[in-house]
């Protein structure tokens, strides 16, 4: 017998329970605020918008992250799940933070402008205030880049440690935020890192008392063991940076997007799965959106950019076979550096990462397939040891063992069900970047942003799960001076405009599903 069935006035929620106790969630018309892990049968958006609560700087679990696991859960066109701005803070006067050193560079480190924060995509570097002479409206490089002086502010506050002036004009030590490949299904890892405050280091940022480095990105994981239906927004973008006593802040990376379902369905154009960078800091006028630079200075001397936030990771896993109709926008472009035309695109952050596939249980110490298990399901070696260890693949060590002629297949084989004789094609990732002519260079691993007035990325993971009946069709995305232009490409030209990326599955024969084990925690609400 069903349990008690709330039902509450628009603008709240309709909760049900459901025969076995687990709590449905049904929002229609709802703005409500949830964070944490969260454990429902049925979840239903309809023109509503949930709002992730910010990292508060201690709490993994309950901030700056919502985790939803469900039997199934179904979006509509007209919601939202916000985590804009929700990753890691920068403090007044102080360096971004982040995983690993994915925060940019600022405050007491610098003189002027800070280093945009990263996550997959490494920040901008900011800049020096530049000369922007009349003959050549354009800062110089290398000798106008920002440069790390490693300050910070003394623990009474109001100055820095140091005001020594270490630059020498040749852009180093870099400001920016370094590229770091965390694990989507790490329960701490995935935020994006903030933004360095604007320059401290000459003794001005203190007086204002305005931090005006850009947050980096929250991180929205959803985990059905059913059907996941996506017609809505999901958005962990960065902040961007802002300005304050003609000093600029770096914007904040994108954070991560993860979607595990048995069958996953993207729908159409109006979906809109967004881990962009933030834009760097000037001291410009902002747009209507940027409510984060709201109170900050808007009519100052534009010469230097804040670097621009580094773009997030978005991964989508389900099935072999189980990829439905997946149309969408999927955006994780690095931010252009501040407004300034002498520094914008120089101080740009560099692209994020879009995946697809499903690997199962890896050999990493994290549980994989979210069945409650880590590691599990490795086999033994012929030496007698485990294959995994604590998170890492082992060998046998040099010198006879019990079965020499024994053969043990990789965690990566064994997860995917591929072995060497395998006829599947492997996964593949590529990652291009293009100039306004169009031709495609790598982007860069180092963090170095790109240099070109209109640069596109166009990243794709080639599913070894579609038959050749099937059709991938991946395009670029392009971000042209904080606006995202989206339209339809050919996938043989991946420096295209746009960003759609469409998966659709033909009538035609499909290859044998993988088979995936996605368990749902119960957790107590």
Not at 291 to 303: K, L
Not at 309 to 332: E, K, S
């Amino acid at each position: 017998m069903k349990g008690s069935t709330i039902v509450l006035s628009l603008f709240f929620v309709l909760a049900i329970l459901s025969p076995c106790g687990a709590v449905d969630l049904i929002l229609n018309g709802v703005t409500q605020t949830l964070g944490g892990n969260k454990t429902y049968g049925r979840v239903s958006l309809t023109n509503s918008k949930i709002i992730v609560p910010k990292f508060n700087g201690n709490d993994y679990s309950a901030t700056g992250i919502l985790m939803i696991y469900a039997d199934s859960f179904d979006m509509d066109a007209t919601s939202t799940i916000d985590a804009r701005g929700a990753g890691y803070l920068t403090a007044l006067c102080s360096d971004g933070v982040g995983d690993a050193n994915t925060g940019g560079a600022g405050g007491c480190s610098v003189i002027d402008s800070g280093g945009g924060g990263a996550n997959v995509g490494s920040g901008g570097q900011g800049t020096k205030d530049c000369a922007l002479p009349a003959s050549n409206p354009h800062c110089q490089f290398p000798q106008e880049w920002e440069e790390d002086c490693a300050g910070a502010p003394k623990a009474s506050g109001g100055s820095c440690v140091s005001t020594a002036n270490c630059r020498n004009n040749d852009g180093e030590p870099r400001t920016n935020g370094r590229s770091f490949r965390s694990s989507a299904f790490d329960p701490r890892q995935g935020m994006g890192g903030s933004g360095g405050d604007k320059g401290c280091r000459d003794g001005d940022g203190f007086s204002s008392g305005k931090m005006v480095g850009g947050s980096g990105g929250g991180r929205v994981k959803i985990i059905v063991s059913g059907t996941m239906n996506i017609r809505g927004k999901i958005t962990v973008s960065g902040y961007r940076g802002c300005g304050d006593g003609n000093d600029s802040g770096g914007g904040g990376a994108g954070g991560t997007i993860l979607l595990v379902a048995n069958e996953l369905n993207v729908y159409n154009s109006t979906t809109k799965l967004d881990a962009t960078g933030g834009r760097g800091g000037d001291s410009q006028p902002k747009g209507p959106t940027e409510t984060e630079c709201a109170g900050t200075q808007t009519s100052g001397t534009c010469d230097d950019c804040g670097g621009g936030g580094g773009g997030g990771l978005i991964y989508i896993l389900a099935p072999a076979g189980n990829y439905r109709t997946m149309i969408g926008v999927y955006n994780v472009s690095g931010a252009y550096g501040g407004a300034c035309i002498g520094c914008e695109n120089e101080a740009r952050g560099i692209d994020g990462l879009v995946q697809y596939g499903h690997e199962g249980e890896i050999c990493d110490g994290v549980d994989n397939t979210y069945d409650g298990e880590v590691d599990e399901g490795f086999p033994m070696l012929p030496c007698g040891i485990p294959s995994c260890s604590n998170g890492i693949e082992q060998t046998c060590p040099d010198g006879p063992t019990d079965d020499t002629s024994s053969t043990v297949a990789s965690s990566t084989e064994r997860a995917t069900g591929r072995t060497a004789s395998s006829t599947r094609a492997p996964d593949s990732t590529t990652t291009a970047s293009s100039d306004s002519t169009g031709s495609a260079n790598p982007t860069d691993s180092t963090g170095t942003p790109a240099t070109s007035d209109s640069q596109m990325t166009a990243t794709a993971t080639q599913l070894n799960t579609l038959s050749q009946s099937q059709t991938v069709v991946i395009t670029a995305t392009q971000t042209d001076k904080g606006n995202t232009n989206t339209g339809s490409v050919n996938p043989t030209n991946p420096s295209s405009t746009a960003v759609t990326v469409d998966i659709a599955e033909s009538t035609g024969s499909l290859l044998a599903p993988l088979a995936v084990a996605i368990g749902i925690v119960a957790l107590a609400l």
